[in-house]
């Protein structure tokens, strides 16, 4: 009896040896790795090998990836077709689909109208140096029919050559990335389930010659209608965890990056240049290149948005549909049609902000802050706008509008007849100086450069009226400026904390003293100065009543 256990430990050792694939990757023995090889494969092979590597997608597509296994395709080669992964990974052991070999990334790609990538319904995979082209179709469309995803991380891709025809409306954002003319589409809108993915990490990739670039979306209520009439109707799930970071977009037809029904995504260090070119002629196709819709706590920071030509939208803060306590901060914006427009729904929307962002020619439509359903609560300070349109900052309720440089085109004009729970500290220059915004000044900020196509012109010179002219406008102020200098316990007016560069103060000509009489005149006679005296009488009226 004895012997016979002995012998039979000994064959289950043997076993498990060669068949370490029976345990579980956590248990730390190697998981499978599968190759895919589309010149010297063959779908007739085991696919565990180099030598033995299938041949096509359509074969990797047939297996049920476990925990830690691994799915990688030839450097260099050329996939055609679409695949759709499935299995699932854990925390600990995710699943990989990546390359070997030396040489370029490998392509995947279709003339179809296809999907390259779909991934429904899975959990932790990381996809990671693959590059993705379908001229009639999209590249990752990550969806949750019947469970909630988590955990995948997609880095190192390069997405290109998709759908970049200009469109005359919008997307369908309903029908995956083919659809949506996306390089990565999460979900939809309007959403097919009410599953959340949760932990998507995009990181490091490349979007080019695309209809857009990624497009997340989350879940807006159960009939799946992001229009519903009734606000009581609206019970979002968000999409939680989302970091977007270290990615470009370039040539885009339409949107870089959207932000739709997600909570506390965070999108960071991105550019989007050229994006939203399609309808410059007309407003019938509006888009942006970095937005919020209906989204919670979410960030846009450290990003350079500039080369937007759509007429209708074109700007670079956009928060729309019911969007809260979202932020637009450190963006350097430039060369588009406008710098901010906000579109809020239903009641309104509370407690977004703009701050340490610097503008410079975003001044082919005018700005506008709030809308007929107001925005409340909006904290805009500490930002450089330099040759801009006009800037509606009105038809909001408790805004904090402090220590912003307004530059604009001459006989463009501020509009601070909203409501305030702080406003002052500005600076105004080439436009006049609101009326209500009595604790703020006409004033030349003294950029240190002249060149607006180098950012660091417009840190601000130590002569600058500028410098520590700013107020405290809330109690956590971010820590640092746009370019990185520490906010202290005074503030300089603008996107610029430093103590200032050195060069001459630029003296006031005679024609710039003219321009600010003549500003300080169109002040009191501009349509705000009826807006007061408006209020005023308002004010009389109700006293006496």
């Known amino acids: 009896m004895k012997r016979y256990l002995k012998w039979t430990a000994v064959a289950l050792v043997i076993a498990l040896a060669f068949n370490y694939s029976a345990l579980p990757a956590e248990a730390g023995v190697p998981a499978d790795t599968f190759y895919v090889d589309s010149i010297s494969g063959s779908d007739f092979n085991s696919g565990t090998s180099e030598g033995e590597a299938w041949a096509t997608l359509q074969k990797a597509a047939a ?129 097919r389930s009410r599953f959340a993915v949760n932990g998507l990490t995009v990181s490091g990739c490349e979007f080019f010659d695309c209809g857009n670039g990624i497009s997340l979306w989350g879940s807006w209520n159960d009939e799946q209608n992001p229009w519903c009439e009734l ?123 703009v701050r340490y962002c610097l503008s410079v020619n975003d001044n082919r439509g005018v700005n506008k802050g709030g809308g007929n359903s107001g925005e409340q609560g909006l904290k805009f300070y500490n930002n450089t706008i330099v040759n801009a349109q006009s800037f509606n900052l009105g038809e909001i309720k408790d805004a904090v509008i402090v220590n912003n440089i307004f530059v604009l085109i001459s006989g463009h004009t501020v509009n601070c007849s909203g409501g305030y729970e702080m406003l002052g500290n500005n600076c105004y220059y080439n436009c006049p100086k609101p009326l209500r915004d009595i604790g703020s000044i006409y004033a030349n900020p003294q950029f240190a450069g002249k060149d607006e196509t180098d950012k660091n012109s417009f840190v601000l010179k130590s002569c600058s009226p500028c410098i520590d002219a700013g107020a405290q406008a809330e109690q956590d102020m971010g820590g640092r400026d746009l370019y990185g200098n520490a906010a202290g316990e005074t503030h300089n007016i603008g996107c610029y904390e430093g103590d200032g560069a050195a060069g001459e103060f630029d003296r006031e000509t005679a024609g710039e003293a003219l321009a600010r009489i003549a500003n300080f005149i169109r002040g009191w006679t501009s349509i705000e100065l009826v807006r007061i005296l408006r209020w005023l009488l308002e004010q009389f009226d109700r006293f006496w009543a």
């Open 63 to 191: 297996r049920v990836y476990a925990p830690g296994e691994r799915l990688l395709l030839r450097s260099g080669d050329v996939f055609v077709g679409g695949i759709t992964l499935q299995g699932c990974g854990t925390p600990q052991a995710p699943i990989l689909l990546a390359s070997y070999g030396e040489g370029p990334k490998p392509l995947i790609t279709s003339s179809a109208a296809v999907d390259l990538i779909r991934m429904f319904d899975i959990s932790y995979w990381t996809l990671d140096g693959i590059e993705l082209t379908a001229p009639g179709g999209g590249g990752i469309w990550i969806d949750t029919l019947t469970a909630q995803s988590d955990g995948i991380t997609l880095r190192n891709l390069t997405f290109h050559d998709m759908q970049n025809y200009t469109a005359a409306s919008r997307d369908n954002l309903s029908a995956g990335a083919a659809g949506a003319r996306a390089g990565i589409m999460v979900k939809g809108l309007p959403a």
């Open 231 to 353: 606000e009581s109707d609206i019970d979002p799930v968000y999409n939680e965890g989302i970091l977007v970071e270290d990615c470009s977009f370039t040539g885009l037809d339409a949107e870089a990056v959207v932000v739709g029904i997600c909570d506390g995504a965070v999108v960071r260090n991105c550019s989007a240049i050229n994006c939203c070119q399609g309808g410059a002629e007309k407003r019938t196709f509006c888009t942006a290149a970095m937005w919020f819709w209906g989204s919670e706590n979410s960030v846009f920071e450290n990003c350079e948005i500039a080369g937007q030509k759509n007429f209708g939208d074109g700007m670079a803060v956009d928060f729309d549909s019911r969007s809260n306590h979202c932020t637009y901060q450190y963006i350097y914006s430039h060369d588009n049609t406008k710098f901010m427009t906000n579109c809020p729904t239903y009641s309104g929307q509370h407690g977004n902000m």
